[in-house]
């Protein structure tokens, strides 16, 4: 790995450490990245997949306390968000490599647009109330499938998945939203490390990368506005999926 990308790694995965710290998005960094070092779309994503797990868990050991009222329905989230990863690593494995390669341009943009929703939605969803079980329990199979198969905006997958499917306030599925993507993102980067192509070396740079600067974000999330991040997300994951649609 020569000094331009080793710089480029880092900066991507100490800029989505910051992101997901003070909006999430941080694959819209991090993916593209790892495309433009040289890696192919699969290598890439299941790479990612293993880089930015340690931030899973910070945020789910920091919203654990959310979970308390949601605990007889744990289980089967659980199980469901896991099933659903299963079920997304294997069609990313499985399948033909060019597949993926065709449809990262459109996930890339789909992603993008999401994240730049994701204040709307969260609060139309907050206004939302009333409970659908078939909505949750088939959102948080989907959402696990789809964060396995391509991890951006998975966490804005399963917040709208809870919030569909559970009268609650969105800032007490926050926590719910936390623990299944741990675990879609446990199952998928077990999954991948065992079987998939994996860039170890570029692990190795952009996990310590997105650690730190999820500690760096925390630390600057009471002094900047998150905006700031989001637009930078946003012309990011644009320019790299319309970049790769038409070339």
């Not at 089967?76 to 968000?81: D, K, S, T």
């Not at 993008?112 to 009333?130: D, V």
């Not at 696990?144 to 800032?171: P, Q, R």
């Not at 192509?197 to 974000?217: E, N, T």
Request: charged share 5%; hydrophobic share 55%.
């Amino acid at each position: 790995m020569d000094p331009q990308h080793l710089a480029l790694l880092v900066a991507a995965g100490f800029g989505a450490g910051v992101c997901n710290a003070l909006a999430g998005g941080g694959s819209l960094l991090t993916f593209p990245a790892l495309l433009a070092i040289g890696l192919p779309p699969v290598t890439a994503t299941v790479t990612n997949a293993v880089s930015v797990w340690p931030g899973y868990i910070g945020n789910a050991v920091g919203l654990r306390s959310h979970l308390t009222t949601f605990r007889p329905l744990l289980p089967r989230l659980v199980a469901l968000a896991a099933g659903g990863a299963v079920t997304g690593t294997v069609a990313l494995l499985a399948a033909p490599a060019e597949v993926f390669t065709a449809l990262v341009p459109y996930l890339i943009l789909s992603a993008t647009a999401l994240f730049a929703c994701q204040p709307l939605i969260t609060k139309r969803l907050a206004a939302t109330g009333g409970t659908s079980a078939p909505l949750l329990y088939c959102g948080v199979f989907l959402g696990g499938a789809y964060g396995a198969y391509f991890n951006g905006g998975m966490g804005i997958v399963f917040l709208t998945a809870l919030a569909l499917g559970l009268d609650a306030a969105i800032s007490r599925l926050n926590g719910l939203k936390a623990l299944l993507t741990l675990t879609a993102g446990t199952t998928a980067m077990i999954s991948v490390a065992l079987f998939g192509p994996v860039h170890w070396l570029a692990v190795l740079v952009l996990a310590p990368a997105c650690l730190l600067g999820g500690l760096a974000g925390a630390k600057l999330a009471d002094r900047l506005k998150p905006i700031a991040f989001r637009v930078l997300v946003i012309a990011f994951g644009t320019a790299a999926g319309g970049a790769m649609l038409f070339t």
